[in-house]
Each structure stands twice: as structure tokens, then as C-alpha cells.
């Protein structure tokens, strides 16, 4: 290998490992701000509502995703919120679910987080671990490749 395409292959390696460091912070970034989003305030108390509907939509590739709304009773007021993320899996109209509310102001409230909204902020750091690991590893295979090829 010549100098020429020496120098093209290790610019090739930086443009790389950047752009992987680059995607990799971004994902990082991503799950603080989806973090952020989906954390019960820790001023905030917690009771149990009842699903009193499921508010299905149809998207337009297709499927019907669900966006439950929940009725929860505090002080003998009722009171009802519709969660901020939609779902492929329809909650059971009746079941039972864990609501968080302000106690200064109990209409100010928000379904407690649940799995999928676990598995969005856990998703975001895997998927920049990967990234970043797999710019690693393939940097370091061109490297080797590079030294078996010079020999």
C-alpha cells in the first residue's frame, strides 16, 4: 500500500471513529432528555386510577396504536389524564394502573412510567454503546489489516 492510500484509509478511520462519537453522544443526549421526560417529579404523590379508555388511532402505515386515559379519585373529586405515549398493546378498559399527581394541584398528574417507557430510555444508551464499541472494533481490525498488508 502507498503512502497516498495510507493516508486516504487513516483520514476514512478519523471521519469514522468521529461520526461514531459523534452518533454515540447523541444517543447519549437523547436518553437524558427521554430521562427527563418519562421521571416521576419526587414532590409528586402517587395513587391508583382505573383505565376508562383506550383512545385507539390508527397510524398511517397502518396498525392501531392505544393512548389510554385513566380516571383516579382524590378528596372525593375525580379527576382524569391520557398518557403521553401511545402504545401497539390496548390496556384492558377497568385495570388498574399507578397515576402520579402534583399534591398542590391533583389535576396536574401523569401516568406512572411503565415498561415501554422504561425500555425508550434504556434503549438510547444501548444503542450508543454499540455504536461506539463497534467503531472500536472496526478501527482496530483496519489497523491490523493495515499492518498485516505492510508486512
Known sequence: MNADEQASRNNRSKLLLLSCIFFGLLFVVLSLVAHNHFKQNPGWKQTEGVVIDTNPTTRQRGGVVYTPTVSYRLAGKTYE??????????????????????????????LHDNLSTTLIFLMYPTIAFIVLVASVVYIVQLHRTDGITAR
Not at 391520557?82 to 390496548?90: D, F, G
Open 81 to 110: 389524564v391520557t398518557s403521553t405515549v401511545s402504545s401497539a398493546y390496548a390496556p384492558d378498559i377497568g385495570a388498574r394502573v399507578a397515576v402520579s399527581y402534583d399534591p398542590m394541584n391533583p389535576g396536574r398528574s401523569r
